[in-house]
């Protein structure tokens, strides 16, 4: 039998296994692990969430014979960690329990790691395959490749428009146009729940008063971050007014008051990279962008942006606020529901290897 083509088979599992943990493992990477004997899977494992088990020591306890690890191969997605965090090392546990082989999906960028968990189990005469299926492995942690290597976080650009172009009608009050179905809403709040982080500014948080937090889906709220440069927004809207955590970015030095954090940032110079900075510094590891026209353009113009779920809805506005222009975009896939299109596109360049050029 072709052990590449296995090596690939068990590999794929263990990308499976690891997006389990989509959402909860920040500012950790997904990552799973398969533990093989004879031909049979004898034990999986992912990392849940942060703080506690890495996916190879839930494959390993997964193991009802322990007795047949030293027999065995030990794939997964990520390389072991070698150094002592919230967990001791992977690569020292592997060791202890002989496994013999290990197969790695691709290597950890994290400078704690970054080679020394390979190196580690090769000095202990463990036989190990790395780059196997390497670019998948490498996508599925790019949120952990650009937070760790970039020192920001991870960008995701959100809006819906109508065919014509234009996401919501020029207004001073009332109501926004409603240009999501109820299905695309939902995965609208799913996005949500897998970042860590959702950002929007003044005028969208006037005009709309959103709460930004998870209802159509299951998990955990992000925090939530608006621009206000001169403290306009009233201390009523939900962002302030719900009892859930908010940060507020302004120009001005104000004390924090209930759920609300204050952070002043100098509006003379380009905010992005403080931005950035201010939520590097607090782990956040991913962001979702889901303000205004202006807003988003200031994204897309800057180059600070990663992904974007632009939705296309079966509506005709003839005028209004323009939706954004992409640029530098490349087409990833395209969904339709009931005439609801939604593009997915990532920026131009490897965000995956980290050698995309920072913003």
Not at 88 to 99: D, F, Q, T, V
Not at 158 to 182: C, H
Not at 237 to 243: P, Q, R
Not at 294 to 321: H, M, N, T
Request: charged share 20%.
């Amino acid at each position: 039998m072709d052990t590449t083509r296995v090596d690939e088979q068990y590999i794929a599992r263990c990308i499976q296994l690891a997006k389990n943990g989509v959402g909860h493992t920040s500012p950790n990477p997904m990552v799973g692990a398969v533990i093989v004997h004879g031909g049979k899977i004898i034990g999986e494992g992912y990392h849940v969430r942060c703080g506690e088990g890495h996916a190879e020591v839930n494959a390993i306890a997964s193991v009802k014979d322990a007795s047949l690890l030293p027999f065995s191969t030990l794939y997964v997605s990520l390389e072991p960690c070698a150094h002592y965090g919230k967990t001791p090392p992977c690569a020292k546990l592997i060791i202890e329990k002989r496994i013999p082989r290990v197969v790695v999906g691709c290597m950890d960028p994290f400078s704690l790691v970054a080679g020394r968990g390979i190196r580690m189990l090769r000095d202990a005469g463990v036989e190990v395959e790395t780059g196997v299926l390497e670019a998948e492995c490498l996508h599925l942690i790019r949120r952990f490749i650009v937070f760790n290597t970039q020192k920001r976080p991870y960008v995701a650009l959100k809006w819906a428009e109508s065919a014509d172009g234009f996401i919501d009608r020029d207004r001073t009050g009332g109501n926004p146009v409603l240009l999501s179905s109820s299905f695309t809403k939902m995965l609208a709040h799913k996005r949500r729940s897998e970042s860590d982080a959702i950002l929007v500014g003044t005028r969208t948080a006037l005009l709309d008063n959103p709460s930004l937090t998870v209802r159509d889906w299951a998990g955990k709220h992000p925090l939530r971050v608006v621009i206000d440069k001169n403290l306009a927004l009233p201390l009523s809207l939900h962002l302030f007014a719900d009892g859930r955590p908010t940060l507020c970015v302004t120009s001005r030095a104000v004390p924090s008051a209930g759920n609300t954090e204050y952070v002043q940032l100098d509006f003379s110079r380009d905010i992005l990279p403080q931005l950035f900075a201010v939520l590097h510094g607090r782990g956040v590891q991913s962001l979702l962008v889901e303000g205004g026209a202006r807003l988003l353009q200031s994204f897309i113009d800057a180059g600070c942006w990663d992904d974007a779920y632009v939705e296309k809805a079966p509506v005709l506005l003839s005028s209004g606020v323009k939706a954004p222009m992409l640029r530098g975009a490349v087409l990833r896939s395209l969904d339709s529901w009931h005439g609801h299109h939604v593009a997915h596109y990532s920026r131009e360049g490897d965000s995956s290897s980290g050698k995309q050029e920072s913003c």
